[in-house]
């Protein structure tokens, strides 16, 4: 069993920055790959970052792409995401999610995760 709780969402203007915290705990936080999902209204739940529990391989989401980092402390049970140069776009419900069995960069659905956070809410103002 894993939990996760999200932290860090909040209200910036077009083009700042937040980083995104996801606490996890249960034993096998360490061995599993994290994603960050978002919602927005409207619209699917869609993954925009993920990480395999060493740490070395990542996805990310053509709309993100070098403009997002996620990141991973497994010592400290933590996930990360950095958002950078943020637009209204980005407007959503942000959600980390855990994945305990193998992970490939392919698994984009978000069926393919086991364990949910919360999620925090992430609104750009124009």
């Known amino acids: 069993q894993v939990q996760l709780v999200e932290s860090g969402g909040g209200l910036v203007q077009a083009g700042g920055s937040l980083r995104l915290t996801c606490a996890g705990s249960g034993r096998t936080f360490s061995t599993s790959a994290m994603g960050w999902f978002r919602q927005a209204p409207g619209k699917e739940r869609e993954l925009i970052a993920a990480?395999?529990?060493?740490?070395?391989?990542?996805f990310y989401a053509d709309s993100v792409k070098g403009r997002f980092t996620i990141s991973r402390d497994n010592a400290k049970n933590t996930v990360y995401l950095q958002m950078n140069s943020l637009k209204p776009e980005d407007t959503a419900f942000y959600y980390c999610?855990?994945?305990?069995?193998?992970?490939?960069?392919?698994?984009?659905?978000?069926?393919?995760?086991?364990?949910w956070g919360q999620g925090t809410q992430v609104t750009v103002s124009s």
């Open positions: 999610a855990c994945r305990t069995t193998g992970w490939d960069y392919k698994l984009t659905s978000d069926t393919e995760y086991d364990y």
């Open positions: 990480m395999s529990w060493t740490g070395y391989s990542t």
